[in-house]
């Protein structure tokens, strides 16, 4: 074979492997995929069904991820919670339909407050100083710092403002003020002494404050006018003082112990704390939510109480038994019972009931996940 056939033939076979892997090309080949990265503050669905875990026929697990501070939406339809360790992420009662919008929080994130429209929310993250709290707008993206002397807040139920103690050490400044969501156009509602405030938003115009709830002190509740600047005394010298108010502010449910921080009770009373009935049901304010009727409420109960230092040792999550979920009725005292964690150690908290009140939504506090169970 001679030095010119064998270049041809060399010549050949290339142009037939090039038309080959041209005809692959075109033909066979399936295009790329260009994936664009979310922005933050963007929706993104998530996997549809991935947050949900069956426990029984009733309970199930709907959050991915450990939650902080679930809330009712604005429109009260879902449920709205910030995860641990990033995103805000919205659910049906059910667990279905989960949306999440890009949030990044720092480290140690334990607490939300969240707007009216819950647009606007303050983060509240623990620190070596003690604890920082920041402003989020998910419309805007902004951010920001709140004032490091700012140790109690809370949003007003009616309009997107924000009520806070600032407190400065060694016998500075000590006030309750009204403020924009941000912090912003900040104005004095009345001076104060009251140190390690709680505060809570229940009319337009009305804030309930208390002190540090503890069942080895005495504390206090008071009613202040954001108008006229009075301040009205409602409860006095109860041990293991804690409040859950009603939405329309009306009403409100308060736990007492001894001065020990013993003998638990519950019980509710009107605004000015003037009627006051004591329920027969053993919890914490904190572990119910009030119906709309205003008239009932379901409530976390342990079956058998554990011997600890109320509210102390429960917020020291020094708690352990077996739940109960009860339905009680605030007016007549009557209570029925609704479902039983039978064998199952749940710490039931931040209680939310769906529109048709037939699912009941809470967070875990043993292992700060969000679980959803049937009530009918």
């Not at 949900?52 to 309970?59: H, P």
């Not at 919205?90 to 929080?105: A, C, I, L, R």
Request: some cysteine.
């Amino acid at each position: 074979m001679t030095k010119k056939r064998i270049i041809l033939i060399v010549l050949v076979l290339l142009v037939l492997i090039m038309g080959a892997l041209a005809a692959y090309y075109f033909f066979f080949k399936k295009p790329g995929v260009t994936v664009q990265e979310p922005a933050a503050g963007t929706e993104q669905p998530a996997p549809e069904g991935e947050n949900i875990v069956a426990i029984d026929e009733k309970l199930k697990r709907i959050s991915a991820t450990p939650a902080i501070s679930p809330i009712a939406a604005a429109d009260g339809s879902r449920v709205l919670y910030a995860g641990k360790t990033s995103g805000v992420f919205e659910v049906d009662f059910s667990g279905g339909n989960q949306k999440e919008t890009t949030f990044t929080p720092l480290k140690n994130l334990y607490k939300i407050f969240w707007s009216k429209d819950r647009n606007e929310f303050a983060a509240v993250y623990a620190s070596q100083d003690g604890r920082k709290t920041f402003y989020y707008n998910t419309q805007t993206k902004q951010t920001s710092p709140y004032d490091t002397h700012i140790d109690s807040l809370a949003f007003s139920p009616v309009e997107n403002k924000l009520a806070y103690h600032y407190q400065e050490t060694g016998g500075g400044i000590n006030n309750i003020s009204v403020a924009d969501p941000s912090g912003a156009n900040a104005a004095t509602v009345i001076n104060t002494r009251l140190q390690e405030a709680r505060i809570a938003w229940i009319t337009q115009n009305e804030i309930a404050l208390s002190t540090a709830p503890s069942g080895l002190a005495p504390n206090l509740l008071w009613v202040l006018n954001t108008s006229t600047q009075k301040l009205s005394t409602a409860l006095t010298d109860i041990y293991g003082l804690t409040t859950l108010w009603a939405p329309d502010g009306e009403r409100f449910l308060f736990s007492q112990t001894s001065q020990k921080g013993k003998g638990l009770s519950l019980s509710v009373a009107d605004k000015k704390g003037t009627s006051v009935k004591k329920l027969d049901l053993t919890t914490l304010p904190e572990k119910c939510v009030f119906a709309k009727d205003k008239k009932s409420a379901v409530c976390a109960a342990p079956a058998i109480m554990p011997d600890i230092v109320w509210p102390d040792d429960y917020y020291k999550n020094i708690y352990s038994a077996q739940e109960q979920l009860w339905r009680v009725n605030l007016e007549s005292g009557k209570k029925e019972m609704l479902y039983e964690f039978a064998g199952i150690s749940f710490d039931a908290a931040s209680l939310l009931l769906s529109p048709q009140e037939d699912v009941l939504v809470f967070l875990n506090r043993k292992d700060g996940f969000l679980y959803s169970v049937k009530l009918k």
